[in-house]
């Protein structure tokens, strides 16, 4: 009795730890992986939201990030924040590029998502889909987790690598 007691015990856990890690699960399209979506929860009165993630190009040629569609927002654009003479600027790209080999992060202070204008507040322990559109790979549905609105970039971060 003991023992089935200890086995149901043993594959309860391992189907908890299975279904947690279905959170950090990567979504692939050709030799683009992309891992580790998520956004915060956006404040009251907050209408736009920044999105963040990591895309990895396994493969042997160039590829590029072009458009990012969501319908959770009246509109979705790729941003790159840079800062010069201590001072931080927020610009519109066409793309980002995603090197052979390579991995590009999206993270607050750099290249991110922004969803303009959003339809309804992002609430922790959501998802807000969406689909990512690269120039050679195509296009691949993913879904980013919603944080609570404090969080900070690699604060108790699980990443699938």
Known sequence: MNF???????????????HGSAWAHDYKVGQIEVDDLWVRATAPGQVNGAGYMDIDNNGATNDRLVAIRSGVAQS???????????????RKVEGVE?????????????????????????QEGTTVPATLVFEKAGSVDVEFKVKPLGHKAGAAAHHGH
């Open 76 to 90: 979705v654009e790729l941003h790159q924040t840079s800062t010069t003479d201590g001072v931080s600027s927020m």
């Open 98 to 122: 995603v090197p052979a080999h390579s991995e590009v992060k999206f993270a607050p202070g750099g290249n991110h998502v922004m969803f303009l204008n959003l339809k309804a507040p992002l």
């Open 4 to 18: 089935r007691k200890l086995a149901l015990g043993v594959a309860t856990t391992a189907a908890l730890v299975l």
